[in-house]
């Protein structure tokens, strides 16, 4: 498997297991290849939009549907607390893992505290929306923003 | 991306914007969406998404139109 694949796969691994983003150092150790030939890969990942990456250019902003920074859309399962990009990634994390826990956001216009249990299934019945300002072929304009 | 608990909310939050709304997606469309977009994200062998495929899995959630588009017409690839 290409060095590239299995760094990604590492990298969503440890979102998986620890919803924390992993550095290249970590992931270089869990692969066992040295730090540089990570940090190369990185930069393929990034060029190819695996990951996006803070103002550093290392630290995992986003690995979707992976938060690497605290946001208002979470996911929580097994005791292990993941942060989403977005509303619809909020979803994403769940169907990712495969398992059930559950979601947290909120209104945006109202504030009110949204609080969705999801099993492998789906969510509980809700007649919630889920809102995208930007059309699809602007998303990677401003990923950040979309 | 964000989620309203009505489409009052969304209207109102536009309206305070200035913006046009795009498409309000109900929870269990979202869930549909998901499931075909991310359901196979940790497989190390999931082959990097086409913008045909990327597509086909709004479609199949009934996604349509421009507005949904990942690559616009003229220069999708066949």
Redesign the interface.
């Known amino acids: ?1 290409p060095l590239e ?2 760094t ?2 590492a990298i ?2 440890f979102f ?1 297991e620890t919803g924390i983003a992993p550095t290249p150092a970590t992931v270089a150790e869990r692969l066992g290849v040295d730090v540089p030939s990570v940090q190369r890969t990185w930069v393929r990942l990034r060029e ?1 939009r695996a990951i996006v990456t803070g103002e550093d250019g290392v630290s995992i902003r986003m690995a ?2 992976f938060s690497g920074v605290p946001t208002d ?1 979470t996911f929580e399962s097994a005791g292990v607390h993941y942060y989403a ?14 398992r059930g826990g559950t979601v947290r ?6 504030e ?1 505290p ?1 609080r ?1 249990k ?1 099993t492998e299934n ?2 509980e ?13 602007r ?1 990677w304009d401003d990923i950040v923003f ?1 | ?7 009052d ?2 209207g ?2 536009c309206r ?1 914007r200035g ?1 046009k ?8 469309q ?2 549909r ?3 075909g ?3 196979n ?2 497989d ?1 062998e999931a082959p ?1 998404r086409t913008p045909g495929e ?1 597509r086909a899995i ?1 479609a199949g959630v009934g996604l349509t139109g ?7 017409r003229q220069e999708a690839t066949p």
């Open positions: 498997m694949t299995q990604r796969t969503l691994e998986a190819g979707n549907p859309h990009n977005c509303a619809w990634d909020a979803l994403g994390i769940p169907a990712a893992l495969g956001s909120h209104c945006a216009n109202s009110e949204l969705l999801v789906g969510p019945p809700s007649d919630w929306l889920f809102h995208s300002l930007v059309p699809a072929v998303w979309t | 991306m964000l989620f309203f608990r009505s489409e909310d969304l109102a939050w305070d913006v709304p795009g498409p309000a997606v109900p929870v269990p979202l869930w969406l998901s499931r977009w991310y359901g994200r940790l190390p990097r990327a709004f421009s507005f949904w588009d990942p690559v616009p």
